[in-house]
């Protein structure tokens, strides 16, 4: 998926820069540098750590997730679908009378339209939450530097991309080393 | 921010060692704002004692002057509110401690004060008691199963049904209950709360463990208690229907209403000022949340206690619903709906209302008076040939007096001990307190 770049740096080989990372030694140097960075108003970067560190969506400035607002719309139309689908069946396409009550009763329909509820809701969590953290992707240009690796051991990252508009080759390098990062390097697309 | 665990090492990890601490020191909260000064509530407490007695002379005397059967309807109906609040804030005070609940020092606190004034709720019960068995000659006005004739073979009046249920519904049995029940329930709120209060003063962190200990028989006397309880007030009102399902339906509608009144309680103090760090929005999220699980407990409790009813169409189970859904009735059952389930449903949902004191305490205070408009539902109907709506005052007074009475008594305890747990072993976990969501 192409994005919209204000600009396109390359490295002195001629590749394509997709960002520059810094690794930290502790949670809390990454947990301090990410609030720096948040105030330094960067807004296309991450964190990568081997656990997660507490409150560190909010040392990143994140806002709150879509996911929730997603899940409770296509909650609820899933729920009137699924009263919807059994009003049909049951009242318009083929009535029938089932223990002498009245053709479309709502009582019987309910734990279906909860179910459907449920299950939309659910697929919308999941699947909204996918689309949102762009997955499944096979590829991430951090996965070709062998120092990011040890983010699954022992290491912290911050990785911002060249995409962010504030990114400048010389003062994000610079902004890293003040915030403690060090191996700042950048990274091939 | 201040318990992440990165950067301040050393400030959350030593909880729990070195004996006692104190909230307003570990949480550096101005201790002021963990008590209320001497005599605050007096007056709230003196305004609501004195509608509360206004009211209750006035049902008495409206229904001396002839609505007696609707206006012992009308207290009962207050009485049972009561009695919702201060059970479901025993069950929820023991259920705090069973779990082991670290985040709600002052959800507890507050849900101790209520269930602990319980013996309130008990006095509040005598006047029912005293006119329906001693009163009554004979012809008691909301227990009908009471009354001798209907177990006389030569009477016309004879009742099969309740001949085959007088083993458990009879007067003597009943009255031994009230009085066990509320004995037990006081003996178990009392000592939950005098031990919180204790260790407010000497620090013992032991008391919790007891606390723990106790509650784990509690939910279970509690649970049985509690569902024959709402056998015994409200569905031996109508003697001839039953249904399983009653009892966790009454503990639903009234965990939710004590859910709300604790909500109530800690968003007006937490408006005042009070509390700060041991009450921020990220508890009161979670006191939200909860309001909303009880919701969404009483929506499903509610539709499948109707739904099987419904489906298998047995008169002695319909009689409940036939009484309730035709005439003037009608609109009834919907407007439950509505107004327990769909706009508290609909409200909670959303992220922001519920971390918001004041919007929370509104949604609350609705949720409380669809309480007591369930209740008008659950007991107004038994009253055969007096319309919905009619005499409604006489149904506000009757409601009015009970829980005004014992808000007034709630009022006092709240603003007589700490505004939460002080010196509670899990301290840190109150101050650290986040959703992540």
């Not at chain 1, 009763?105 to 949102?132: D, H, N, R, Y």
């Not at chain 2, 409206?62 to 609040?85: C, D, E, I, V, W």
């Not at chain 2, 992220?351 to 609705?366: D, G, M, S, V």
């Amino acid at each position: 998926m192409a994005r919209a770049r204000t600009k396109i740096y390359k490295t002195s080989a001629g590749e394509v820069v997709y960002g520059m990372m810094a690794e930290f030694a502790t949670p809390a140097d990454t947990f301090h540098a990410a609030e720096k960075m948040r105030d330094a108003g960067y807004t296309r970067w991450d964190v990568y750590a081997p656990f997660a560190i507490h409150g560190i969506d909010e040392a990143m400035g994140l806002k709150t997730s879509r996911v929730p607002l997603l899940c409770g719309i296509l909650g609820l139309s899933g729920a009137g679908l699924g009263y919807l689908f059994q009003w049909w069946v049951s009242h318009q396409a083929y009535p029938m009378v089932v223990q002498g009550k009245p053709y479309g009763a709502w009582q019987p329909f309910m734990p279906i339209i909860f179910e459907f509820g449920v299950i939309f809701t659910s697929f919308t969590a999941l699947l909204s939450m996918m689309a949102f953290n762009r997955l499944p992707m096979w590829h991430h240009p951090l996965l070709k530097k062998e120092r990011f690796l040890r983010t699954s051991d022992d290491r912290f990252v911050i990785c911002v991309e060249s995409a962010d508009s504030k990114f400048d080759p010389d003062g994000t390098r610079k902004l890293l080393e003040k915030c403690g990062g060090y191996n700042v390097d950048l990274v091939e697309d | 921010m201040s318990q992440i665990s990165v950067g301040h090492s050393g400030h959350g990890h030593d909880a729990g060692h070195g004996g006692e601490a104190h909230i307003a020191a570990r949480g550096r909260i101005d201790p002021a704002l963990l008590t209320m000064p001497h005599g605050a509530g007096r007056a709230l407490s003196a305004i609501f004692l004195l509608v509360g007695l206004v009211a209750v002379v006035a049902t008495f005397f409206l229904g001396y002057g002839g609505r007696a059967a609707q206006a012992m309807a009308a207290y009962h109906m207050g009485f049972l509110f009561t009695l919702g609040l201060a059970l479901g804030c025993l069950g929820i005070t023991m259920m705090l401690q069973q779990f082991n609940s670290g985040w709600s020092g002052p959800v507890c606190r507050q849900a101790e004060n209520i269930s602990s004034n319980i013996w309130v709720v008990g006095l509040l019960f005598l006047p029912i008691v005293v006119l329906e068995v001693f009163l009554s000659h004979g012809h008691p006005r909301l227990f009908h199963w009471m009354s001798p004739d209907l177990l006389d073979q030569n009477s016309a009046h004879y009742d099969t049904l309740l001949n085959a249920k007088k083993g458990f519904l009879n007067t003597n049995f009943w009255l031994v209950r009230y009085v066990f029940y509320f004995v037990m329930w006081m003996w178990f709120a009392t000592k939950l709360a005098g031990w919180s209060r204790a260790q407010d003063r000497t620090g013992d962190k032991w008391l919790t463990a007891k606390a723990r200990k106790i509650s784990s028989v509690g939910l279970l006397l509690f649970a049985l208690s509690c569902a024959f309880a709402s056998f015994d007030y409200v569905m031996s009102l109508d003697h001839h229907w039953y249904s399983t399902m009653f009892g966790v339906w009454f503990f639903s509608a009234a965990a939710k209403a004590a859910f709300a009144l604790i909500i109530v309680i800690l968003a007006s103090l937490k408006l005042r000022g009070k509390l700060g760090a041991a009450y921020t929005s990220e508890h009161l999220h979670d006191t939200g949340k909860l309001l909303f699980a009880f919701t969404v407990f009483w929506a499903y409790i509610s539709f499948s206690q109707y739904f099987l009813m419904w489906y298998s169409n047995i008169p002695e189970e319909t009689a409940y619903f036939n009484l309730r859904v035709r005439e003037a009735w009608q609109p009834f059952p919907m407007i439950m709906v509505v107004a327990n389930f769909v706009v508290p449903f609909l409200l909670l949902l959303v992220r922001n209302f519920k971390r918001n004191p004041t919007i929370l305490r509104l949604i609350a205070l609705w949720v409380l008076v669809a309480f007591a408009l369930d209740l008008y539902f659950l007991v107004r109907p038994i009253l055969r040939g007096v319309e919905p709506g009619e005499g409604v005052w006489l149904d506000a007074l009757g409601i009015l007096g009970p829980v005004c009475i014992f808000l007034a008594v709630v009022v006092r305890t709240v603003c007589k001990h700490p505004l939460t747990l002080l010196k509670d072993p899990r301290l840190h976990e109150v101050l650290a307190h986040k959703n992540y969501v």
